[in-house]
């Protein structure tokens, strides 16, 4: 399981994500809490320049007539810039019970905030 791309790349350090300050920009993030699967976040950098939260991804209604969704909850990592700075987003993907903590997934992020 890779880091989500879009049509340019996903960002990471190479394609950091800019932002003003009161700006928010949602990253996708694959979901896998059916199998008992949680992101957790550390943000590092510039104290309160930016804050991040993983919450679940809006779906598509269902067709009529069609099987409701199965499988996990798509989620996205939301970003919102407070203050003008730099931070380090560290995104891990694992299980909190079971032998070993290893993670199934890793992502890291740079977040750029300027003022207005």
Do not use: N
Not at 9 to 30: D, K, Q, T
Not at 64 to 70: E, I, K
Not at 71 to 77: A, D, K, M, T
Request: hydrophobic share 40%.
């Amino acid at each position: 399981m890779g880091p989500p791309s879009g049509p340019a790349g996903p960002p990471g350090p190479a394609r950091p994500v800019r932002l003003a300050v009161g700006e928010e920009h949602m990253v996708p993030l694959a979901g896998a809490g059916s199998a008992g699967y949680a992101w957790t976040v550390e943000v590092s950098g510039t104290p309160g320049a930016v804050e991040a939260s993983v919450r679940a991804a809006p779906r598509p209604p269902v067709a009529r007539g069609a099987l409701p969704y199965g499988g996990s909850q798509p989620q996205v990592l939301a970003l919102r810039g407070l203050r003008a700075g730099r931070a380090e987003v560290h995104l891990e993907l694992s299980r909190s019970f079971g032998g070993t903590r290893t993670p199934r997934a890793t992502q890291d992020l740079t977040v750029i905030v300027a003022d207005g």
